[in-house]
Nanobody, 128 residues
């Protein structure tokens, strides 16, 4: 059974850092672009970042450029989202999503319909 599991969320002060992980089971991520999304209360789910299957290409939302870094370790079947200089507005549930057998993120990487599988999400709260 194909499954994505996020971890690493929590409560952090403004300016702090967290690293989220997205671990896959039931399939290999080697040939899949992976995206990170987030959803704040009362808001639409928005694309945060995407990484190609090889890790050679990445995309970021303007709101996180320069603060977040997406990476992957295919040997561990895991994708990461390093989040630095966190702000209160980064508070949300963060989800990872997979595009099996599609190696590139594409121009629509930030749209939900571009992904076939989703994790259950991990809560990130930025507050003093």
């Amino acid at each position: 059974q194909l499954q994505l599991v996020e971890s690493g969320g929590g409560l952090v002060q403004p300016g702090g850092s967290l690293r989220l992980s997205c671990a896959a089971s039931g399939f290999t991520l080697d040939y899949s672009a992976i995206g990170w999304f987030r959803q704040a209360p009362g808001k639409e789910r928005e694309g945060v970042s995407c990484i190609s299957s090889s890790g050679s290409s990445t995309n970021y939302a303007d709101s996180v450029k320069g603060r977040f870094t997406i990476s992957r370790d295919n040997a561990k079947n895991t994708v990461y989202l390093q989040m630095n200089s966190l702000k209160a507005e980064d508070t949300a549930v963060y989800y990872c999503a997979a595009r099996p057998f599609r190696s590139w993120c594409g121009s629509s990487w930030y749209t939900r319909v571009s992904y076939d599988y989703w994790g259950q999400g991990t809560q990130v709260t930025v507050s003093s």
